[in-house]
């Protein structure tokens, strides 16, 4: 009798444990659908499907403010950007100074100068070869990067990597001996003469 008890009891642990199991099952179910929505509404805001047409006049937006930018090289490295905006303000109406920095905060020692009107470029480059802080600026107009258009420059040879090269290994040409593989030819010297050997 005791046998049926238990086993009464152990069916009875096994159907909670499995009615368990199912809530917990449908409840993460639900939370998966809610991530799924707020993923939905997150890339509708950001509008992570880009169309075609957005991409061109992104594009071409990018090409009308390359048109009244200019690439200021050799700039000093204690220049701030007002005094870059002072220097070009005779040339037409300054809407943006950018002097590039690296990753830790200190300037590469070139700019781009953006203009409110196109004609206050040309301006500007006459302006090439002046003087701002004892440095002699080079100017030229900014050129719109296309992308997929990369040069390509081969890689430099390192001189402390050794001789190593992107060619696969070519195996030097087999040359059979006439001695046999692994026999080489011995020549012996003539040796002075020794009593001990005989």
């Known amino acids: 009798m005791d046998g049926d008890v238990d086993m009464a009891a152990g069916e009875g642990g096994a159907a909670v444990g499995l009615d368990e199991m199912k809530k917990r099952l449908k409840d993460m179910e639900d939370e998966a659908s809610t991530l799924r929505e707020m993923q939905a509404k997150v890339d509708q805001e950001i509008g992570a499907v880009q169309d075609p047409a957005a991409a061109a006049a992104d594009q071409t937006n990018k090409e009308e403010v390359d048109a009244r930018s200019i690439f200021v090289g050799n700039v000093d490295y204690s220049c701030t950007p007002e005094e870059v905006q002072q220097h070009f303000q005779a040339c037409g109406t300054v809407n ?12 590469k020692g070139y700019a781009y100068v953006e203009f409110l009107e196109p004609e206050a470029v040309d301006q500007a480059i006459l302006l090439n070869e002046s003087e701002l802080h004892g440095r002699q600026l080079k100017i030229s107009a900014k050129r719109t990067n296309v992308p997929g258009m990369k040069i390509f420059r081969p890689r430099r040879s390192n001189p402390y990597m050794g001789s190593r090269s992107r060619t696969p290994f070519m195996p030097a040409p087999l040359v059979y001996s006439p001695y046999g593989y692994g026999k080489v030819p011995r020549f012996r010297v003539p040796m002075r003469y020794s009593p001990y050997f005989g």
Do not use: E, H, L
């Open 96 to 107: 943006r100074v950018t002097i590039r920095t690296n990753k830790y905060g200190q300037p």
